[in-house]
């Protein structure tokens, strides 16, 4: 056996801080950021923006769920809890027909096992003039409704789900809510 020298030690002391770091990396980053709230408040009536000129104003009691929350310029989504109520929006760029673009939502939909949709599409617009087509659907212990919008050269999906009892209770402000989604276009 021979001696270790001062440089195999500095070598040995750097390679464990390095693993130190990486192991609270790889184990602390997570752990904090699991110990933050994913909800955040929301003024119920201010606009708030989702992407690309599009807003929405949330409905009274929303929140903010960061986990499903996904800002951009050109595409991005929001998605709001009103207790266990899910009310999500998402724009993103579309060049079909507004049927099209129902019919796709329609059919992301139904790809989710168990989820189907029930009854037939009717129209709908919202309080800026959108022009759009609704239905609704149903998964085990859930119900749902979803809308799809064209808006200059985009999409505006919104799928509202939650227990029946809860959404029937959440489901006139989640609408009025939807009612103020509003699309200026941007330069």
Do not use: K
Not at 134 to 148: I, V
Not at 158 to 173: C, F, H, K, N, Q
């Amino acid at each position: 056996m021979g001696w270790v020298t001062r440089r195999q030690l500095m070598n040995l002391l750097g390679a464990f801080t390095v693993t130190l770091v990486l192991a609270g990396l790889a184990f602390g980053l997570p752990a904090w950021d699991r110990s933050l709230p994913a909800d955040r408040p929301v003024s119920a009536g201010t606009p708030y923006r989702i992407t690309a000129g599009v807003t929405v104003v949330p409905p009274p009691g929303a929140v903010l769920d960061v986990t499903g929350t996904r800002p951009g310029d050109d595409q991005g989504s929001v998605l709001f809890r009103i207790g266990p109520v899910r009310y999500a929006i998402d724009v993103q760029p579309f060049d079909g027909t507004l049927a099209m673009a129902a019919t796709r939502l329609r059919q992301r939909i139904t790809g989710t096992p168990g989820y189907q949709v029930t009854g037939g599409q009717f129209a709908v617009a919202t309080g800026t003039g959108l022009r759009g087509l609704q239905g609704g659907y149903t998964a085990p212990g859930r119900g749902g409704r979803y809308a799809a919008y064209r808006a200059g050269p985009l999409t505006i999906e919104v799928t509202i789900s939650g227990a029946e009892l809860d959404l029937g209770r959440t489901l006139p402000a989640i609408e009025a809510s939807a009612r103020t989604i509003r699309y200026v276009g941007t330069a």
